[in-house]
Antibody
Framework: QVTLKESGPVLVKPTETLTLTCTVS??????????VSWIRQPPGKALEWLAHIFSNDEKSYSTSLKSRLTISKDTSKSQVVLTMTNMDPVDTATYYCALGTMIEFDYWGQGTLVTVSS | QSVLTQPPSASGTPGQRVTISCSGSSSNIGSNYVYWYQQLPGTAPKLLIYRNNQRPSGVPDRFSGSKSGTSASLAISGLRSEDEADYYC??????????FGGGTKLTVL
């Protein structure tokens, strides 16, 4: 059974850096063709793709947020980490990690709500 | 403002057929596959349609997808109360980003 679980702070202050971890169970991050994306959803709003990391460690970022994002993975720990710098209240959202081919996501985490407030 | 345009809402009565549209451009829908996700209230999205019109195993054949030019549609036939959810279209954009629609809230009357 494949499961994903996001973890990280529930509250961050403006200008701080957010670090989120996605722990994957039941699937190897070295599996070819598959990777992990981070996708966020502000309260009551639409989904927004942030970044993807492939099994070969290649990375892809949202063009609009690229300067603020870094995605990395530790295959031995089955974890994918996303950092987002210079957080702002508009970044308040539920952050999901999802496993798939960067558009076809078969498995999603439950999401973690991150609030940006002083 | 989302790159892909969806109607904010749609509705139907049980048993009816409803369609949800998704409009894009030549750089996304016009040149790449379209995907649809269903998001039930309070849950993570679930893949509903992939590569324009393919259904993952377990998705009822009441759900179907189509694409023409720079637009795509999701059709739900035999509408059921459990279909009440938000629906999102998605496509790769040649600007090197995955883009989503703004979402359509489906209400079963």
């Amino acid at each position: 059974q494949v499961t994903l679980k996001e973890s990280g702070p529930v509250l961050v202050k403006p200008t701080e850096t957010l670090t989120l971890t996605c722990t994957v169970s039941g699937f190897s991050l070295s599996n070819a063709r598959m990777g992990v994306s981070w996708i966020r959803q502000p309260p009551g709003k639409a989904l927004e793709w942030l970044a993807h990391i492939f099994s070969n460690d290649e990375k892809s970022y949202s063009t609009s947020l690229k300067s603020r994002l870094t995605i990395s993975k530790d295959t031995s720990k089955s974890q994918v980490v996303l950092t987002m710098t210079n957080m702002d209240p508009v970044d308040t959202a539920t952050y999901y990690c999802a496993l798939g081919t960067m558009i076809e996501f078969d498995y999603w985490g439950q999401g973690t709500l991150v609030t940006v407030s002083s | 403002q989302s790159v892909l345009t969806q109607p904010p809402s749609a509705s139907g009565t049980p048993g009816q057929r409803v369609t949800i549209s998704c409009s894009g451009s030549s750089s996304n829908i016009g040149s790449n596959y379209v995907y649809w996700y269903q998001q039930l209230p309070g849950t993570a999205p679930k893949l509903l349609i992939y590569r324009n019109n393919q259904r993952p195993s377990g998705v009822p054949d009441r759900f179907s997808g189509s694409k023409s030019g720079t637009s795509a549609s999701l059709a739900i036939s035999g509408l059921r109360s459990e279909d009440e959810a938000d629906y999102y279209c998605a496509a790769w954009d040649d600007s090197l980003s995955l883009v989503f629609g703004g979402g359509t809230k489906l209400t079963v009357l």
